[in-house]
């Protein structure tokens, strides 16, 4: 049966280093997107170019119908599913947790969290109807761990329900073969924080991480494409951290 991932968020950023590293890898790779459509496209033809399979698919992944539609479209376009990736999530506006509104937080809440509970289902379905032994990776953050005190609370909560899924869901499907892991990056060169309205962020974390400098988008994809692999079919419900020593 040929490889067939989908990558939520997979136009961007680390999403697009996902992407593009997998299907290096042999999938056939479903770029999903929210708004960008230009993005996700050059991530496709990227991939066309180097002799890969690729569709962009745009889906709200915190819109059930919408993450029903993004299995649905990649099963006709490139086969049964047997990987996802988590990869999509917002931090909303990097700020004091006073200053965080409801309705912020749960527009964060709604993405990182239930949107990507509702693809796990989505691909648990998919891989029970094709009795694919599949595999899932979600992107939490190392936030998680940190708690992010005066940065956004809001957003490191939201990853640490991540990381406690993905080790209840994981240990709930062992016995069927389907492997759910989580890989936690640290602080990543993308657009992400100027979007939470403090691009400054990056520079000024370097030097309190132990190698002193953020990571590439390309230096969190490996992991997760190793992963997604048969050379980690040992593990699962688990969270790796790749965070330059933090
Ligand atoms: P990014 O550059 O801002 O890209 C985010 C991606 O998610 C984009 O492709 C975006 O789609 C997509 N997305 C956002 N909301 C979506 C929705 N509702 N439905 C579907 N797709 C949606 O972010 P990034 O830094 O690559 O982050 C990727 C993941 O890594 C996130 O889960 C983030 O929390 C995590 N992470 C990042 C860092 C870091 O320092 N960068 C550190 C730890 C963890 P459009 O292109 O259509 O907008």
């Known amino acids: 049966m040929s490889k067939v991932l989908i990558v939520t968020g997979g136009g961007r950023g680390i999403g697009a280093a996902i992407a593009l590293a997998a299907a290096r890898d042999g999938y056939a790779v479903a ?7 230009h993005a996700a496209g050059e991530v496709v033809q990227t991939i066309r170019a180097a002799g890969g399979q690729a569709v962009a ?3 709200d992944v915190g819109e059930p119908a919408d993450v029903a539609r993004l299995f649905a479209d990649t099963e006709r376009a490139l086969g049964p599913v047997t990987a996802l990736v988590n990869n ?4 909303g506006r990097i700020t004091r947790f006073m200053e965080a509104d409801h309705a912020m937080i749960a527009d ?3 993405i990182n969290v239930l949107g990507l509970m509702e693809c796990c289902r989505a691909a648990l379905a998919s891989f029970q109807r094709h009795g694919i032994a599949g595999v899932i990776v979600n992107i939490s953050s190392t936030a998680a761990a940190s708690g992010s005190a005066g940065d956004y609370v809001h957003y490191a909560a939201s990853k640490a329900a991540v990381e406690a899924f993905t080790l209840g869901l994981g240990r709930e499907v062992a016995p069927q073969g389907i492997r759910v892991l989580c890989v936690a990056p640290g602080m990543t060169e993308t657009e992400i924080h100027e979007r939470g309205g403090d691009g400054g962020r990056l520079q000024r974390a370097a030097p309190s991480i132990p190698m ?5 988008p390309e230096e969190i ?3 997760v494409v190793w992963l997604l692999s048969p ?4 593990m699962t419900a688990t969270t790796v951290t ?4 933090k």
């Open 31 to 37: 770029v999903n997107y929210a708004r960008d459509a």
């Open 57 to 59: 698919i745009q889906a």
């Open 88 to 91: 999509a999530g917002i931090t």
């Open 108 to 110: 964060v809440f709604r």
């Open 212 to 216: 002193r400098r953020v990571a590439q």
């Open 221 to 223: 994809a490996a992991p």
């Open 231 to 234: 050379a980690a079919s040992y």
């Open 242 to 245: 790749v965070g330059g020593g």
